[in-house]
């Protein structure tokens, strides 16, 4: 047989079990029950938190870029470690208090804390919004990253087009028929398989090309000077922007609305539990980045086109002769963006209902709610697939300053659950001018002034412009001093 | 999901705050040991430790150091009550 056609049946056995599982996971539950659809009814395991907590950092980005990042930069990869492993370390400490308050006061997203805490109607539907973009230009890069990895492994037989809307189009299915508890169930296959992939090749590659780890490092810092340090001579990255790079994540990675809307699946407890455990995934991806490695000096940087293409030229050109192997690792990157997609789009959905939707009709019911959820989930995929397929330069541009922007909820987050003056005119008035610096500085100009990442530049503005209009406009009125103190006292 | 796993005592909510604050500490020296420190001391190649080179060393120690406190934060918490 072909190794094309071996590859194709081994990532469509993958596809079909990970449809099955996420399927299955949704059957036998209510269907029209917002609790059960959202946040599982609050009840989830620890086990499948930490899955789907890990599978979500462990995206597209991590298997096809943390390889090209060591390939390309060198050193500075290592910020995805600490990304990685440090990423949760806010949620120890806001996630608990998040999860009393959103049993008490049924909370399922961001949008809902941000409403009852600020009692504001504008303020979630501000969120809401820029939440959007910024999850439909996640959603896009996860597409495109298994898309082509996909149209590569069965050697061209599955045109990219057809990858994108083959692999999503599952997605979309498990999602909007078993909500998160799908995703998380078919996650548990997604981070097997990753893992499986991720340690094979990285453990694989440097004995194969280099006789070990070792000598393909010594290999590396004799021949390219500078090359494994950060901000000296010969280094492809400044301290500052490491720095800054490593900032703005741990800061920001738990204000991704469907990780922080994570704190109203389960008990505190259990969300302690996840915080724990979860420096493992870090050291988990650690082998991943060494493929990238074994590639610096075996791999011309101009035989490929972009430096996230290393992983799948390796494997082609190391490994291609086994249809097996080219399956196996497709199957992998297939798995690492699903489990990134599928509670993206899960989280989409129930932030935009929520903050937006239910926003302009108060009055809708559970039932309508929860199809509204569901049938959310189809057209956000049907978006996200169109700006990945289609897409177009004004549109992108739009889409990336959201995802730049997601970093200037910390203010309005942790002045809203620890500052009593904190108030909505202050959250609204940080927030828009957090993101319009950020989107205008990465956007438009392009540029990171001083090497700082254009995300602290933002949250510098925000953070200045939420503390003095907080100040200026305090909660006044009963309503808005009550819900900033019941929050605060949780 | 029973009320019990939210509800909390008095006293339950002081060990969640000492806990909170003893993990603050941990990210605060986590990131500098990855950021500022990390320059001082790691910023290089050599030496060569378990075959990393030292800079990838220094990383993957300091998030095994990470995961030691925040075990020891959560058994901290946990014993108490």
């Known amino acids: 047989m072909e190794n094309w056609l071996i590859a194709l049946i081994i990532i469509g056995l993958y596809l079909v079990a990970a449809l099955v599982i996420g399927v299955l996971a949704g059957r036998k539950r209510e269907f029209l029950s917002v609790e059960e659809f959202a946040v599982t009814h609050r009840?989830?395991?620890?086990?499948?938190?930490?899955?789907?907590?890990?599978?979500?950092?462990?995206?597209?980005?991590?298997f096809l870029g943390g390889p090209g990042w060591a390939f390309s930069k060198g050193a500075p990869a290592l910020y995805i470690l600490v990304y990685?492993?440090?990423?949760l370390m806010p949620w120890y400490i806001i996630g608990p208090k998040l999860a009393r308050l959103g049993a008490k006061k049924q909370?399922?997203?961001?949008?809902?804390?941000?409403?009852?805490?600020?009692n504001s109607r504008a303020l979630p539907v501000i969120l809401g919004i820029v939440a959007l973009f910024a999850f439909i230009q996640y959603l896009?890069?996860?597409?495109?990253?298994?898309?082509?990895?996909?149209?590569?492994?069965?050697?061209?037989?599955?045109?990219?087009?057809?990858?994108?809307?083959?692999?999503?189009?599952?997605?979309?299915?498990?999602?909007?028929?078993?909500g998160l508890r799908a995703a998380a169930w078919s996650d548990v296959l997604q981070s097997g398989l990753m893992i499986v992939v991720g340690w094979g090749l990285g453990l694989y590659l440097p004995l194969k090309l280099w006789g070990g780890i070792r000598p393909m490092f010594q290999n590396i810092a004799a021949a390219k000077p500078g090359f494994l340090q950060i901000g000296v001579a010969g280094a492809q990255m400044s301290k500052n922007a490491y720095s800054?790079?490593?900032?703005?994540?741990?800061?920001?990675?738990?204000?991704?609305?469907?990780?922080?809307?994570?704190?109203?699946?389960?008990?505190?407890?259990?969300?302690r539990q996840t915080v724990v455990v979860y420096p493992l995934f870090a050291i988990i991806m650690l082998p991943v980045l060494l493929i990238g490695f074994a590639a610096v000096g075996k791999?011309?940087?101009?035989?490929?086109?972009s430096a996230d293409q290393i992983l799948p030229y390796m494997v082609t050109h190391v490994l291609g002769a086994s249809g097996f192997l080219l399956g196996l690792v497709g199957a992998g990157a297939l798995a690492a963006s699903m489990s990134s997609a599928d509670a993206i789009t899960h989280g989409a959905s129930v932030e935009f209902?929520?903050?937006v939707y239910r926003t302009f009709r108060p009055k809708a019911s559970e039932k309508e709610t929860v199809i509204a959820m569901r049938l959310g989930i189809v057209i956000i995929g049907l978006l996200a697939l169109y700006v990945a397929l289609i897409g177009s330069a004004g549109l992108v541009a739009l889409l990336l300053g959201a995802y730049g922007s997601i970093v200037q909820f910390v203010p309005l987050v942790y002045g809203g659950l620890y500052w009593k003056k904190a108030s909505k005119q202050g959250a609204i008035a940080g927030l828009v001018a957090g993101v319009f610096v950020n989107t205008y500085l990465q956007v438009i100009l392009n540029i990171n002034p001083l090497d700082i990442n254009a995300g602290i530049w933002g949250l510098l503005v925000n953070l200045v412009i939420f503390i003095v209009v907080s100040m200026i406009f305090k909660p006044s009125n009963k309503a808005d001093v009550e819900a900033a103190e019941e929050t605060i006292t949780a | 999901m029973s009320e019990q796993a939210f509800f909390v005592e008095k006293e339950d909510l002081e060990y969640e705050r000492k806990g909170s604050r003893f993990v603050l500490i941990l990210t605060v020296i986590v990131l500098l040991m990855n950021t500022v420190l990390f320059y001082l001391f790691a910023n290089r190649a050599e030496p060569f430790v378990?075959?990393?080179?030292?800079c990838i060393f220094w990383t993957v120690l300091w998030i095994c150091i990470e995961f030691v406190g925040l075990v020891v934060a959560y058994e901290l918490e946990f014993k108490r009550r």
């Open chain 1, 43 to 62: 009840s989830m395991s620890s086990f499948l938190m930490w899955v789907i907590m890990g599978g979500a950092v462990f995206s597209a980005f991590a």
């Open chain 1, 84 to 87: 990685c492993a440090m990423g």
């Open chain 1, 107 to 118: 909370w399922l997203c961001m949008g809902d804390f941000a409403r009852s805490r600020y």
């Open chain 1, 140 to 178: 896009a890069l996860q597409i495109k990253g298994s898309a082509y990895i996909f149209n590569i492994m069965t050697d061209g037989h599955i045109s990219y087009n057809l990858a994108a809307i083959l692999m999503y189009g599952i997605v979309i299915i498990y999602v909007a028929t078993g």
């Open chain 1, 244 to 271: 800054t790079a490593i900032l703005v994540s741990v800061l920001g990675f738990i204000m991704w609305p469907h990780l922080f809307s994570k704190s109203f699946v389960t008990t505190p407890k259990k969300i």
């Open chain 1, 299 to 305: 791999v011309d940087p101009t035989a490929i086109t």
């Open chain 1, 353 to 355: 209902i929520q903050d």
């Open chain 2, 50 to 54: 378990m075959g990393l080179p030292f």
